[in-house]
């Protein structure tokens, strides 16, 4: 059983940055697959970075401006964001899992979610 509590979200201007962090408690954070989805109001939840359990792999449906990374001894994964824009307003969930390299874009393949955190990129 993995718990999972997001931090860092807020409120940003156009062009601005900030730092998720997802929190894991249990002592077995460093087995699963780490991701980040988000949802817009109306939209579906949508797959935006996922690390492997070492770290050594990552996937980005944007990687000039995002970067995901992992502390295994802090149980924690992080999602850097710059250049953010409004569309980018979202609330933003990690999650875990063991998932197969193939299936990191799919949320039906994590097991555990956070509660998200709130993005929001003001024009």
């Known amino acids: 059983q993995v718990q999972l509590v997001e931090s860092g979200g807020g409120l940003v201007q156009a062009g601005g940055s900030l730092r998720l962090s997802c929190a894991a408690s249990?002592?077995?954070?460093?087995?699963?697959?780490m991701g980040w989805f988000r949802q817009a109001p109306g939209k579906e939840r949508e797959f935006v970075a996922s690390?492997?359990?070492?770290?050594?792999s990552t996937y980005y449906t944007d990687s000039g401006r995002f970067t995901i990374s992992r502390d295994n001894v802090k149980n924690t994964v992080y999602l850097q964001m710059i250049s953010l824009q409004p569309e980018d307003t979202a609330v933003y969930y990690c999650?875990?899992?063991?998932?197969?390299?193939?299936?990191?874009?799919?949320?039906?393949?994590?097991?555990?979610w956070g509660q998200g955190t709130q993005v929001t990129v003001s024009s």
């Open positions: 999650a875990a899992g063991q998932v197969a390299a193939w299936a990191v874009t799919n949320r039906r393949y994590y097991n555990y």
């Open positions: 249990g002592r077995t954070f460093s087995m699963y697959v």
């Open positions: 690390i492997s359990s070492n770290g050594a």
